[in-house]
């Protein structure tokens, strides 16, 4: 099984923020990546992270890493329709990709 | 260079059957993945090559699957004698070697086994 866990749904109305949470086990991770996924696609790279920084800020995209509880989140501010999608993190350990489940975040008028 | 390019887009096949899937990474990306994703699930580990050599294979990797990258540019992945339960998207990724830098993904091969 995976060790990046994740919830697996949400729900949101357009225009609110939309967090998402993610829990990864690897201490070592360098990196931490959030990936979006629409349907029959393949992978789009939305923002990473490095390990020694617990903020990083893309337009939208608010991104908070809490290294002691490998915690990690992302942050869509002023959520569209167009953000219905899934959304993957992902730690980079040994050179490698781990993804977690997904989280499916349904944008609703 | 138009990103990372996988063909074909989709595959029905009947059990029993062999088939490959190509993957043409960006050009001067010279580390190319192969994952694989099932519903409801994130992309598993298969393999992975650095220019020609290939580094890592999963566990999940059965004698079945074998890959290649025999020039150090595009690579194929084949899966001999499917089965039902090998139906699943095939996710081709490249990268360079240096971090951070991330994988850039294909629109992936969806393979189903009937």
């Known amino acids: 099984g995976e060790d990046v866990e994740q919830s697996l749904f949400l729900s949101v109305r357009e225009g609110d923020s939309s ?11 360098t990196y931490l990546y959030w990936y979006k996924q629409e349907p029959g696609a393949g992978l789009q790279l939305l923002t990473y992270i490095f390990s020694n920084m617990d903020m990083k800020q893309d337009q939208r995209l608010t991104v908070l890493l809490n290294k002691k509880d490998k915690h990690l989140s992302l942050r869509i501010a ?32 | ?6 063909n074909p887009r989709h595959k029905i096949t009947k059990r029993g059957q062999n088939v490959t899937f190509r993957c043409d990474p960006i050009s001067e990306h010279n580390r190319l993945y192969w994952y694989r994703q099932t519903l409801g699930q994130g992309p598993e580990f298969l393999t992975y090559f650095q220019n020609e050599a290939q580094l890592e294979k999963s566990r999940l990797l059965s004698d079945r699957f074998s890959a290649e990258r025999p020039k150090g540019s595009f690579s194929t992945l084949e899966i001999q004698r499917t089965e039902q339960g090998d139906s699943a998207m095939y996710l081709c990724a490249s990268s360079l070697e240096v971090s951070p830098t991330p994988y850039t993904f294909g629109s992936g091969t969806r393979l189903t086994v009937v």
């Open chain 1, 78 to 109: 002023d959520t569209q329709t167009g953000d219905s999608a899934i959304y993957f993190c992902a730690e980079k350990v040994w050179g490698k990709l781990q993804f977690g489940a997904g989280t499916q975040v349904v944008v609703t008028p």
């Open chain 1, 19 to 29: 967090v998402i949470n993610c829990t990864y086990t690897d201490s070592s991770s």
């Open chain 2, 1 to 6: 260079d138009t990103g990372v390019s996988q």
